[in-house]
T-cell receptor, first 109, second 120 residues
Framework: DAKTTQPPSMDCAEGRAANLPCNHSTISGNEYVYWYRQIHSQGPQYIIHGLKNNETNEMASLIITEDRKSSTLILPHATLRDTAVYYCIVTGGSYIPTFGRGTSLIVHP | GAVVSQHPSRVICKSGTSVKIECRSLDFQATTMFWYRQFPKKSLMLMATSNEGSKATYEQGVEKDKFLINHASLTLSTLTVTSAHPEDSSFYIC????????????????FGPGTRLTVT
């Protein structure tokens, strides 16, 4: 599976958009980009995934660059409850996700 | 939908005893279940992958005789930590996946809430 690079930490003001970047320059054609988050002492929660088109659901939007070498997870109106570690994972058909260090997002009042 | 439960949520046991953790997919049949371990302030580390009715596949460095995995049905997998020691104290998380529809190019994976094991 392709390796991902994420900033170790970010912060965001409540009510503002949180934009979390992820680099995956070695992604191959059949690999998807997945995003999960983990709130302290809980299991990871699926957020969104995509292949090459931008995606949006009730939780977030996923913007994937045309060359697919990077992506951005957007939380449009961050709340305090969005404080968590966000993991960007790239994986193909075998789909055994490997978790990196992720980005620790702190949403402050 | 797609809820995964774990039991117990917390367990404290004495060194040398065995502990069983259950992972259930409540509203779907899981083709595969995964077991992860997470130490404080660290990321999740995959321990093993199991398919219903077959032996689990363990990751390198994970002792299969110490971490017994049974996947008896499409909705239940168990992890037994045998002869637990304090260094086995960790947060254990299971996940279950299923393939959404024919032709779908991915498996969706859902995680349980985790089990905090403390070995004294």
């Amino acid at each position: 599976d392709a390796k991902t690079t994420q900033p170790p930490s970010m912060d965001c003001a409540e009510g503002r958009a949180a934009n979390l970047p992820c680099n995956h320059s070695t992604i191959s054609g059949n690999e998807y980009v997945y995003w999960y988050r983990q709130i302290h002492s809980q299991g990871p929660q699926y957020i969104i995934h995509g292949l090459k088109n931008n995606e949006t659901n009730e939780m977030a939007s996923l913007i994937i660059t045309e060359d697919r070498k990077s992506s951005t997870l957007i939380l449009p109106h961050a709340t305090l409850r969005d404080t968590a570690v966000y993991y960007c994972i790239v994986t193909g058909g075998s789909y055994i996700p490997t978790f990196g260090r992720g980005t620790s997002l702190i949403v402050h009042p | 939908g797609a809820v995964v439960s774990q039991h117990p949520s917390r367990v404290i046991c004495k060194s040398g005893t065995s502990v069983k953790i259950e992972c259930r997919s409540l509203d779907f049949q899981a083709t595969t279940m995964f077991w992860y371990r997470q130490f404080p302030k660290k990321s999740l580390m995959l321990m093993a992958t199991s398919n219903e009715g077959s032996k689990a596949t363990y990751e390198q460095g994970v002792e299969k005789d110490k971490f017994l995995i049974n996947h008896a049905s499409l909705t239940l997998s168990t992890l037994t930590v045998t002869s637990a020691h304090p260094e086995d104290s960790s947060f254990y998380i299971c996940s279950a996946s299923f393939r959404r529809g024919k032709g779908a190019g991915f498996n969706e994976q859902y995680f349980g809430p985790g089990t905090r094991l403390t070995v004294t």
